[in-house]
């Protein structure tokens, strides 16, 4: 066989991307795998054929990943060893791509011109994320939402697309930087991180220490590590070693708390136990005679 058919095939072989089979090794989370992926395609990457596999080893198709997302497979190979992604790599390769395919705004500002103009149930919370109080605001509507289909959805909560849950943190009272979390029409969250400008910014202030956007946003919230003080609920937290750990709520319901398990289940990649203390909430109100016909009929679906 002539050198010439022989580069010819090899060519052939290669696919457009160079490198159409890329093996991933020592996957960590299969579903931060899935996550960035379908991040990147615009949908389940499994379903358009762009990863496969299982516990015993993932691929992913680079040419097919070229045609959802163009340019990706060339990028990615610069991530490469020998048609082997390592997870390591593969994290680098995601951050890298994160500016190509993220859809929130560059400016906190056109973020919150984003939002619905819908009301928002506002929650407070010192965690291990940071020092400074978080204030995390989401549309009631969303909420309401994830908990009418809670039964439809296996008692999961699920929230519809478009949601956005920001969390200003405070330092005596004053911003000095923004998270905050968006679902795509693709499904999948996206994470993001403002500065006290309003300007986006690739990590959080060092208090105590300085969070990547969006490398240890996906980890924690995709992950099955347990943080204070959602681990403690409804009990009392104790403090960390950078201070106190509370979620500041007039009342605190055992039986809510493990009807949604929120923080456990994390069942759409969302930490905080908003449904858990709302609800809690609408009960006090509904024992008081003050609650609208609407939420009190949201009680009785739920069982409560």
């Known amino acids: 066989m002539s050198w010439r058919r022989l580069l010819v095939m090899a060519v052939l072989a290669s696919g457009c991307g160079g490198t159409p089979q890329v093996r991933v090794s020592d996957v960590e989370n299969p579903a931060v795998l899935e996550h960035y992926l379908g991040l990147m395609v615009g949908g389940d990457p499994y379903t358009l054929g762009v ?12 040419d097919r990943l070229a045609t959802r997302r163009s340019g990706l497979d060339r990028l990615l190979n610069r991530y490469l060893d020998r048609r082997h992604l390592e997870w390591d790599s593969l ?4 951050a890298a791509a994160y500016d190509r395919i993220r859809q929130m ?7 919150h011109k984003d939002l619905p103009a819908d009301e928002v149930l506002m929650f407070e919370v010192h965690g291990p994320m940071t020092r400074y ?9 969303a909420l309401h939402q994830a908990l009418n289909a809670f039964s439809l959805n296996r008692r999961q909560l699920v929230y519809p697309i478009g ?10 009272s004053v911003p000095v930087e923004t ?3 968006y679902k795509r029409p693709d499904g999948y969250w996206e994470f993001g991180t403002y500065d006290r400008a309003g ?39 104790p403090a960390g070693p950078d201070g106190v750990r509370h979620w500041y709520t007039s009342a605190r319901d055992p039986v809510v708390t493990q009807l949604f398990s929120e923080h456990e289940r994390r069942s759409d990649t969302v930490l905080g136990l908003y449904a858990t203390v709302y609800v809690t909430d609408l ?15 949201l009680l009785t679906d739920l069982g409560l």
Request: glycine share 6%.
């Open 163 to 172: 949601t956005t849950i920001v969390a200003r943190h405070l330092d005596d």
């Open 105 to 111: 705004p560059d400016h906190v500002d056109q973020l």
């Open 133 to 141: 109080l978080r204030r995390i605001t989401i549309p009631k509507s």
């Open 199 to 237: 300007r986006r910014v690739a990590a959080t202030h060092a208090n105590p220490r300085a969070l990547v956007t969006p490398k240890q946003c996906v980890g924690c919230h995709l992950g099955t590590r347990l943080f204070e003080p959602e681990k403690s609920f409804p009990a009392p937290a």
């Open 91 to 94: 994290l680098n390769f995601a």
């Open 283 to 297: 009960l006090q109100a509904r024992q008081s005679g003050i609650i609208a016909q609407e939420e009190a009929r």
């Open 179 to 181: 998270t905050a979390m």
């Open 51 to 62: 990863l496969s596999g299982s516990d015993r080893g993932y691929v992913i198709d680079a």
